[in-house]
């Protein structure tokens, strides 16, 4: 599905990324773990077309990402779903989902089953549609920028930090909110800090320090190694 191969990227003279490689397949559901400062977030801006690479290649099922304006990632099939959510507060919730199917606007049709789609997945968003944004529970608002996500029928997902400021049973069901995304064929790359359960759930695992993938294994494999356990696990 995605193919990222040696990729550097910077802000100004400060570089972030030394040449990283990350391969998603198709429906697979990866994870992106390491430190805060590593790149993690870098990464996923460089792929949805937020942040221009110094080098490298970045493929989207064969085609070039590379140099792309971000409404154009946007539109071959790229969906990010930021930690800072960047929701509409002062709009209804139903208005801010209708703003993720921009690209498909004309069509009526495609807009009412990316919705059916996203209150099927999140009934609790068809029940507050007509409620604004910025009065929602937090676990809401990260379902609600979820759901904005999906509305442009991406080919991938790429998720980041959905568990940061949530309550443990939010996150248990925004969790729960992505295996069901990825068991209904979408493919996602999830950045989080919560490792232990983002290896559990996951199939496939790459830790970035420094900006450099420094592993890349089965994530039930990462599990048990001993770098990820005294680093990450606290083990």
């Known amino acids: 599905m995605l193919e990222i191969k040696n990729l550097n990227a910077a802000y100004g003279h400060l570089q972030v990324l030394w040449d990283v490689s990350v391969t998603i397949p198709d429906e697979g559901f990866i994870a992106l773990i390491g430190p805060n400062g590593a790149g993690k977030t870098t990464t996923l801006k460089a792929i949805a077309g937020l942040i221009e690479p110094s080098s490298g290649e970045i493929e989207l099922m064969g085609a070039p990402l590379g140099g792309r304006l971000a409404y154009e990632v946007s539109q071959m099939g790229v969906s990010l779903v930021p930690q800072d959510l960047n ?10 989902l209708i703003l993720g199917a921009y690209a498909n606007r004309r069509d009526k049709r495609k807009v009412n089953k990316a919705l059916d789609f996203v209150f099927d997945l999140f009934p609790v968003l068809a029940d507050r549609k007509r409620q604004l944004a910025g009065t929602l529970s937090g676990g809401e608002r990260k ?8 509305m442009a029928e991406p080919k991938i997902l790429l998720v980041d930090e959905p568990s940061l400021g949530l309550a443990p049973l939010l996150v248990k069901a925004v969790f729960e909110a992505l295996q069901e995304l990825n068991r209904r064929g979408i493919t996602i790359l999830l950045v989080e800090q919560n490792v232990k359960a983002t290896l559990q759930m996951t199939q496939f695992g790459y830790v970035l320090e420094q900006g450099h993938v420094v592993l890349q294994d089965q994530s039930s494999d990462l599990l048990e190694n001993d770098h990820v356990k005294e680093a990450y696990l606290g083990v």
């Open 87 to 96: 929701l509409f507060a002062g709009m209804p919730v139903i208005d801010n």
């Open 143 to 150: 379902m609600l920028a979820l759901g904005r996500g999906l």
